[in-house]
């Protein structure tokens, strides 16, 4: 891998974010959206309710950003160099898939902490929600642990990319909302259904958000249960770096690649 060829595609990401309104609405139009929304619907359930769920919500939507953007961001860019037809050109020229790749996964970890600091901005003005005065030692534990996740559910996406092209683009805004539900981000694991419960204690996600929630009132964090999440992760992103890897040489074989869509 060469530093120099990562840093061209960096640089080819950013001036192409700059000139393109809709990946700067991806960084401040949705999240700002979600916390309007989110943060109105808890205040009207605060008035309701001596327990104090803005601090919980707001918690949940403000770490939820990571997975959303590091998993949504590495599809979206690669599907930009499909619509583009460069990606044809980019495998022409000496870059590796692996280079691509650790552009792809730097660009979803920058727009995710410029997400990350434009919804804590104004979450603190709208509602004094500031993440800062809890565990910051925990929080970065959870967002590590949310990165790896984005990661990997990228890639694995990626894969069905480069081995079916833009037939399935739908995939890049998909999957991360059907893992929402069952990840316990603005509820605890217990108020779901049995059936339910048994598939979100699996997901890695669930047991950061119950962690976040720990934390935001001040409990400890249940060591086992980060582990757990943290290993699981981490194997996730090996098993969908391999899947990946052997989907780009497979389209490269088949000339899937070269072929017009």
């Not at 840093?7 to 999240?31: G, H, Q, T, V």
Request: aromatic letters at 18%; charged letters at 10%; hydrophobic letters at 55%.
């Amino acid at each position: 891998m060469k530093l120099h060829r990562v840093k061209a595609m960096l640089l080819n990401y950013y001036y192409f974010s700059l000139d393109s309104l809709d990946r700067l609405f991806d960084i401040f139009y949705w999240p700002i959206i979600d916390i309007f929304i989110w943060g109105f619907m808890t205040f009207y359930i605060q008035g309701l309710s001596e327990y104090n769920i803005l601090n919980t919500v707001l918690g949940g939507i403000v770490l939820w950003i990571f997975l959303w953007r590091t998993s949504q961001d590495i599809v979206v860019y690669l599907l930009e160099s499909f619509w583009s037809r460069s990606l044809y050109h980019l495998f022409s020229s000496p870059l590796k898939s692996s280079e691509l790749l650790t552009s792809l996964l730097v660009t979803g970890f920058v727009r995710a902490f410029a997400a990350f600091g434009v919804m804590l901005s104004v979450s603190y003005l709208l509602y004094h929600f500031n993440v800062f005065i809890y565990n910051w030692f925990h929080f970065s534990i959870l967002i590590s642990i949310l990165l790896i996740m984005g990661w990997g559910m990228g890639m694995l996406v990626s894969s069905f990319i480069f081995l079916f092209g833009t037939r399935v683009q739908v995939l890049a805004w998909s999957p991360v909302w059907v893992l929402q539900p069952f990840s316990c981000v603005f509820y605890p694991l217990s108020a779901l259904p049995s059936w339910a419960a048994k598939i979100a204690i699996v997901l890695p996600t669930t047991h950061v958000f119950e962690q976040m929630r720990a934390t935001v009132h001040g409990q400890p964090l249940n060591v086992p249960s980060v582990i757990y999440a943290l290993v699981v992760s981490i194997i996730f992103l090996c098993i969908a770096a391999y899947i990946v890897s052997w989907a780009v040489e497979s389209s490269r074989r088949n000339g899937k690649l070269a072929k017009a869509e």
